[in-house]
């Protein structure tokens, strides 16, 4: 089954001769190499190309969230929703096409869309939650945080999860297939090559 997944790392078939730039899948080329260099001037070339749709979309989203974090209802029907619209804007501000209704594209289909990405960040936090509720455990009455590193730990112990998850919304936003397979196309996106 050849699956087209544009997270997963670039591959270079050597006996065939490269195409030119852009005539790879989404306008790019494929041709199995990065450089570091040429990553930077394209991202600096989109950035500043959409900086207007970039700050806009991400405060607009933002104040949508801060208002929709007032009551348990908008934290479960509406940030969902906008975290999935501020991902498909900022997919579509890499391919040149965002437009300011990418924001609010979640409630196309909103059901699907909506608890989809909410099930997506459960799932994608919840392993983080005993560290939390530890630390408010050892936490001494009347202090802010607790004095043992309980967090800092935590988030040691869970960042390489964290950095295989790390695409899942963009996954989830972009493909259109479900939490569970977007978990595995994160999963497998993120494989750490190690060379040879």
Known sequence: MVENNPFRAPEADLAVEPQALGNG???YANLGEFSVGSAISKTIEIGFGNLGMIVGGTLLAALLSVV???TIIGI?????AIYWGWNKLMLNVCRNQAQTKDLFSAFERYGKRNFGFLLLLIIVVL???PFGVL???FK???A???PYPISLIGTLLMAPLYAR???TSFIYVDQDVSTMKTIRLSWRATEPHWGG
Do not use: D, R
């Open 165 to 167: 998850l790390a695409v």
């Open 135 to 137: 630390e408010y455990y």
């Open 140 to 142: 001494p009455e009347g």
């Open 68 to 70: 929709s974090y007032i």
């Open 127 to 129: 392993p983080s939650a």
């Open 25 to 27: 899948p989404g306008g």
């Open 76 to 80: 479960l029907f509406l940030v969902p």
């Open 144 to 146: 802010i945080t607790s």
